[in-house]
């Protein structure tokens, strides 16, 4: 009963920034953690960033210094600000949204970045 409506993919140059935003909406009453993810052709599902409720936020060695993620409580959204982007970024950028009880874990439909060298 949950989506996760995401926004703010495109294209951009190598060095250029994106901010990717999550609004979640519907039967939710306590979210425990909030992240993305991101898979590019031929590869897997990988965690981006994730943060919880209380703050504390975890990335991928390969985005660390680069990306930052937050999130505004209130409106049930996540954001990921990335800059210096380089073309092993490129891939489909997916919005995760685990809650508090066994089984509430949503996923976006993704949004497709393109960073061109």
């Known amino acids: 009963q949950v989506q996760l409506v995401e926004s703010g993919g495109g294209l951009v140059q190598a060095g250029g920034s994106l901010r990717l935003s999550c609004a979640a909406s519907g039967s939710i009453f306590s979210i425990n953690t909030m992240g993305w993810y991101r898979q590019a052709p031929g590869k897997q599902r990988e965690l981006v960033a994730q943060?919880?409720?209380?703050?504390?936020?975890n990335y991928a060695d390969s985005t660390k210094g680069r990306f930052t993620i937050s999130r505004d409580n209130a409106k049930n959204t996540v954001y990921l600000q990335m800059n210096s982007l380089e073309p092993e970024d490129t891939a489909v950028y997916y919005c995760?949204?685990?809650?508090?009880?066994?089984?509430?874990?949503?996923w976006g439909q993704g949004t497709q970045v393109t960073v061109s060298s």
């Open positions: 995760n949204l685990l809650g508090s009880n066994l089984g509430d874990n949503y």
């Open positions: 943060i919880t409720s209380g703050g504390s936020r």
